[in-house]
């Protein structure tokens, strides 16, 4: 059965202090690990999209990794606009239509 | 234009009425969704439209009837629904069906009482 486990659940920072969130997966067949941020009672946003291992994305503040087993999302310097809640999902393989499974997300603060 | 828009934002309903989501987006994405996401929890997905066409429907209650028009608009009917079925739903579009990128809209907050 596919698996997507995020941790930490929850995740406190100080304006400036860097971390790291993590998604550990089992797929069959992995066709794809997205990253999405998700703010309270919106829909969630696409960040990046990871094909394969050694792949790595940036965009601003976050960075995104990719190992056979895991993905990561580095935040550097966070600031408090980047409190939200990070959903990873990964594409199992399914040739008919978009089904993605998600992990149970990060939910992330930063104080300023 | 690049939103998917969702309407109404908030809902409250008795388990015996009848009431209707509404999706739009004109992006030209040829594939549709509903997902359902409950407090704390990562989204679940009930409805795929591909070239609107329902290509997956899994084990989501009868109560909830998924609509087409076109390929621009998706509608999800719903009618006596019980109180667990209270959470954000949520629509999301992508250029094909095989394109993971998703573009969610902001979802309806549904209340069953």
């Known amino acids: 059965e596919d698996q997507v486990t995020q941790s930490p659940e929850a995740l406190r920072l100080q304006e400036g202090e860097s971390s790291s969130l993590n998604c550990s997966y089992t797929v069959s067949g992995l066709r794809g690990l997205f990253w999405y941020r998700q703010d309270p009672g919106k829909g969630p946003e696409f960040l990046f999209t990871?094909?394969?291992a050694g792949e790595e994305k940036e965009k601003e503040r976050l960075k995104a990794t990719l190992t056979k087993k895991e993905s990561f999302l580095h935040i550097t310097a966070p600031k408090p606009e980047d409190s939200a809640t990070y959903l990873c999902?990964?594409?199992?393989?399914?040739?008919?239509?978009?089904?993605?499974?998600f992990g149970e997300g990060t939910q992330l603060t930063v104080n300023p | 234009d690049t939103e998917v828009t969702q309407t109404p934002k908030h809902l409250v309903m008795g388990m015996t009425n009848k009431k209707s989501l509404k999706c739009e987006q004109h992006m030209g994405h040829r594939a549709m969704y509903w997902y359902k996401q409950k407090a704390k929890k990562p989204p679940e997905l009930m409805f795929v439209?591909?070239?609107?066409?329902?290509?997956i429907n899994e084990s989501v209650p009868s109560r909830f009837s998924p609509e087409c028009p076109n390929s621009s608009l998706l509608n999800l009917h719903l009618h006596a629904l019980q109180p667990e079925d209270s959470a954000l739903y949520l629509c999301a579009s992508s250029l094909r069906p095989t394109n993971e990128k998703l573009f969610f809209g902001s979802g309806t907050q549904l209340s069953v009482l």
């Open positions: 990871l094909y394969s």
């Open positions: 439209y591909s070239y609107e066409k329902l290509s």
């Open positions: 999902a990964v594409n199992p393989g399914e040739t008919s239509g978009s089904r993605l499974t």
